[in-house]
Nanobody
Framework: QVQLVESGGGLVQAGGSLRLSCAAS????????MGWFRQAPGKEREFVSH????????YYADSVKGRFTISRDNAKNTVYLQMNSLKPEDTAVYYC????????????????WGQGTQVTVSS
């Protein structure tokens, strides 16, 4: 069982930065690979980024590549999403999620989800 709590969201102007954190409970955190997803109003939840359990492999959606960076600290049971050069289209609720297998970009393959944190980017 893994419980996830996101933080770090907020209101920022276009071009600004935010750093999201996702704190996990449970002693098996480093057994899970972790993902970030986002959901804008009226849209489906979409993949943003993924990091393997060791941190050795990183994946990004094309829309955030070069602007967002995912990382994790297994000693702190935390995964991060550094978001730079934010755009109004990045506005969404951001969720972290944990998975042990399956497709890294599919919501169906993630077993645990946080409650989400709102990111709003003004133009």
């Amino acid at each position: 069982q893994v419980q996830l709590v996101e933080s770090g969201g907020g209101l920022v102007q276009a071009g600004g930065s935010l750093r999201l954190s996702c704190a996990a409970s449970g002693r098996t955190f480093n057994s899970y690979s972790m993902g970030w997803f986002r959901q804008a109003p009226g849209k489906e939840r979409e993949f943003v980024s993924h990091i393997t359990w060791s941190g050795g492999r990183l994946y990004y959606a094309d829309s955030v590549k070069g602007r967002f960076t995912i990382s994790r600290d297994n000693a702190k049971n935390t995964v991060y999403l550094q978001m730079n050069s934010l755009k109004p289209e990045d506005t969404a609720v951001y969720y972290c999620a944990a998975r042990m297998g399956g497709s890294y970009f599919s919501t169906y393959d993630y077993s645990y989800w946080g409650q989400g944190t709102q990111v709003t980017v003004s133009s």
